[in-house]
């Protein structure tokens, strides 16, 4: 049962401090990957809020990938990649950017093959890494 107190919120908002606070859960791996999480209306019982509070929240990690909602089912942890939830600082700079590189080369073979499957050329694509595509 997820449990939090609001004495530290100061002036905060209630939905901006339960969006912190679970954010900052799911990023420490208290809240693991695939966990369920509870309903707006239990858990807006449970903390005494509002169910508007509780959706406020949840949209917000939703957008933001933390969370995933499966219909009639409910919310659940996503998978979070650590690395990518520190703080950037300096000695973690070439971390993060091996990671993009790596991704970017990902997206260039995967756009490649959808563009040789929806239009049968055979044109490699180039200039991602500046930011835009070009056939």
């Not at 070439?94 to 050329?121: C, P, R, Y």
């Amino acid at each position: 049962m997820l449990t939090y107190t609001f004495e530290e919120r100061g002036e905060k908002p209630y939905y901006q401090y339960l969006y912190e606070v679970l954010k900052e859960d799911i990023e420490e791996g208290r809240l693991k990957e695939g966990e369920h999480l509870p309903s707006k209306r239990a858990f807006a019982k449970q903390l005494g809020l509002s169910v508007m509070t509780i959706a406020s929240a949840y949209e917000q990690l939703l957008v933001e990938g933390y969370i995933y909602a499966v219909e009639k089912k409910g919310y659940y942890v996503a998978a979070v990649q650590p690395y990518l939830t520190e703080p950037l600082h300096h000695e973690h700079k070439g971390k993060q950017e091996l990671f993009l590189e790596a991704n970017v080369d990902e997206l260039k073979t995967l756009l490649e093959v959808a563009l040789i499957q929806s239009t049968g050329a055979s044109n490699r694509i180039e200039g991602i890494s500046t930011g835009y595509v070009r056939v």
